[in-house]
C-alpha cells in the first residue's frame, strides 16, 4: 500500500474577542477530528473529500471546548526547554522527577539510584545519553504496560477486551490509540507519566476494542472498568514532558 501525502492548511476561528488559529490535514479517514495539544495548537483532521465549508462550520461548533482546552494547557507554559542531556538535568520516571548523573565508561546503561540516572556510556554526548536513557524507557514500558494490560485483562474477564497486539513507540499528539483490527499503541513516553495515569490510558483504549468512538456507551464501558477515570484524565490533561 502506497503512502498518501497528507493535504495541510492554516486557518483561524473566532470566539468572543479572541481568534483561535488552527492547522487543518485531509486524510482518508471516516470522521473530523479536533485535538488542542500542551502548547495551545490546534489540530483538525478532516476525511479526505469533505467540503471546506462544512469543516470550518464543524469547528466552529466545538469553539467553546477548543477555548477552554487552550486556556487549560495555559497554566502550564512556559514550556520546559528542549532537554540537552547533561549532568544535573532532570528527567521524569512515573511522574517523579531524576536528575541525571553521566559518566564515561566502556559499561552502558542505566541505574535508578536515589533521585538520580546515572547513566554510563563511552564519550559522553548528548546522542549517546540519550539514546540509552530512551532505551532504558523501552525496557520499562514494555514490562509495565504489558503487566498492567494482563492485570485489566484478569480483573474483568467478562468484558473480553484482549488485544490482538500491543506496540510501544513514540507518538507525538496522543498518548495511545487502537486500530480496528484490535491492536493497541502506546506512546513510550507515557512511562514518564504518573502510574494512575498509565493505568487510564490503558484502560481507555481496552475499551476501544469493544467500541471505537467516543459515544455515551463507551464511557459507561470505561467507567465500569475504571470509575476514576475522569479524575486521571484530567490529572494526565495537566502533565507535561
Not at 559499561?107 to 563511552?122: E, P, T
Not at 539514546?131 to 509495565?144: G, I, N, Q
Not at 490503558?202 to 475504571?226: G, K, N, V
Amino acid at each position: 500500500m502506497s503512502a498518501s501525502l497528507d493535504i495541510v492548511s492554516h486557518h483561524s476561528l473566532t470566539f468572543g474577542q479572541k481568534l483561535i488559529p488552527f492547522q487543518l490535514t485531509f486524510r482518508p479517514k471516516i470522521r473530523l477530528s479536533i485535538s488542542v495539544l500542551p502548547n495551545r495548537q490546534v489540530m483538525v483532521a478532516a476525511p479526505e473529500g469533505q467540503a471546506l465549508e462544512k469543516i470550518l462550520a464543524l469547528v466552529k461548533k466545538r469553539a467553546g471546548w477548543i477555548a477552554k482546552k487552550r486556556n487549560y494547557f495555559e497554566q502550564f507554559h512556559p514550556l520546559p526547554d528542549e532537554k540537552r542531556f547533561i549532568s544535573g538535568e532532570t528527567h521524569l520516571y512515573l511522574g517523579r522527577q531524576y536528575r541525571l548523573k553521566l559518566q564515561d565508561s566502556e559499561a552502558r546503561g542505566v541505574k535508578l539510584v536515589g533521585k538520580y540516572f546515572q547513566i554510563s556510556v563511552k564519550e559522553v554526548d548528548r546522542e549517546k545519553v540519550k539514546a540509552t536513557l530512551d532505551a532504558w524507557y523501552m525496557k520499562r514500558a514494555e514490562k509495565l504496560f504489558i503487566d498492567k494490560v494482563d492485570w485489566f485483562l484478569k480483573s474483568q474477564p467478562s468484558l473480553r477486551l484482549t488485544p490482538k497486539k500491543i506496540t510501544i513507540r513514540r507518538m507525538t499528539k496522543r498518548w495511545g490509540s487502537c486500530t480496528k483490527a484490535g491492536s493497541i499503541l502506546l506512546n513510550i513516553d507515557l512511562i514518564k507519566a504518573p502510574l494512575h495515569c498509565i493505568e487510564y490510558v490503558i484502560a481507555h483504549e481496552l475499551c476501544h476494542l469493544r467500541i471505537h468512538d467516543h459515544s455515551p456507551a463507551f464511557y459507561r464501558l470505561l467507567s465500569r472498568l475504571m470509575p476514576d477515570w475522569e479524575k486521571r484524565k484530567s490529572r494526565l490533561d495537566g502533565f507535561v514532558l
